[in-house]
């Protein structure tokens, strides 16, 4: 086994083929101070590899390393996990970004849309939780970091079955958060909107263009008429007007992970915490409502 480095935080991350896992893991691995060892992984080695390969340039199998796991399949986070383990030592940071979004309109959607996107976003973030947890408890130290969204608590009229996922994600992690917290394991829980990633590119020119193609597959002029409204109500957050730059995400994570004491939540634009204050700050949930119905 190898000697472990003590000098440098070991970091794994979920989901690194393209958008925020791949921005954030490679903004960690080329800290000039060099205090990250990034494992930045993914489920599609043999297509997916090659573009972050390139990245990468010389801090590849230095400060990054890449590597295979699916987030569904116990057996590829227990490889992922030993191997780190028996190389390093430890696993100080896990970074929960794998995830999928939304499929359709959920009247319509078939129930194994609800399953899969459930099964990577939720369960695979447990997987994962559950894997390290032991490790950080043995060192008495520990960040773990789920990437929510904005949609963690804020539920838009469209993608159902993501943000039903997302909801999940946070109350098990507001459930873990407190016991974790008597090891030095601090849980935070990240609540992005948009970020301008080449993922956010795969759904067309702008998230405008996004919504308006997700809305054409709502059965019924009513409910395409109605829920159009809806998602034009509040352009910061749901047409992309409130766009984040990924250095900027990825600094705020690693923030987070430097620091002693983190929050359990954090949002990353004034456009989020707006919305945050307006929710929690209402018990009876009628002001998110009267919000969206607004037209």
């Not at 539920?155 to 997302?166: D, E, M, V």
């Not at 193609?213 to 009513?222: F, M, V």
């Amino acid at each position: 086994m190898a000697s472990p480095v003590a000098s440098s935080l070991v970091i794994l991350i979920t989901g690194c083929a393209q958008g925020i896992g791949k921005e954030v893991a490679l903004f960690l691995a080329r800290d000039p101070q060099r205090r990250f060892k990034v494992y930045a992984t993914m489920r599609n080695m043999a297509t997916r590899q090659e573009e972050l390969k390139t990245e990468a340039g010389n801090i590849l199998n230095d400060t990054l390393f890449i590597r295979e796991l699916d987030v569904t399949k116990q057996e590829t986070i227990d490889n992922i996990v030993k191997e780190i383990i028996d190389m390093q030592g430890k696993i100080d940071v896990l970074v929960n970004n794998a995830g999928i979004p939304f499929k359709s309109w959920w009247e319509t959607d078939p129930m194994e849309a609800y399953y899969e996107v459930m099964e990577v976003n939720y369960f695979g973030c447990v997987r994962m939780t559950r894997a390290v947890i032991p490790y950080m408890k043995e060192k008495r130290n520990g960040r773990i970091l789920q990437i929510s969204s904005v949609s963690g608590f804020h539920g838009i009229p469209l993608g159902a079955s993501y943000i039903a996922s997302k909801f999940a994600l946070e109350g098990f992690s507001e459930s873990i958060a407190p016991p974790l917290r008597k090891f030095n394991i601090w849980v935070s829980v990240i609540q992005p909107g948009y970020v301008a990633t080449d993922m956010i590119k795969q759904f067309g020119d702008n998230p405008t263009d996004a919504f308006a193609k997700a809305a054409g597959i709502i059965p019924g002029e009513e409910e395409r008429k109605i829920v159009t409204n809806m998602l034009t109500s509040d352009p910061e957050i749901v047409v992309g007007n409130d766009m984040l730059d990924p250095q900027d995400l990825a600094k705020q994570l690693q923030d987070v992970i430097l620091s002693p004491k983190s929050d359990f939540r954090y949002q990353t634009s004034k456009a989020i915490k707006r919305l945050a204050r307006e929710k929690f700050v209402d018990p009876t949930g009628n002001a998110i409502m009267n919000a969206w119905l607004k037209q």
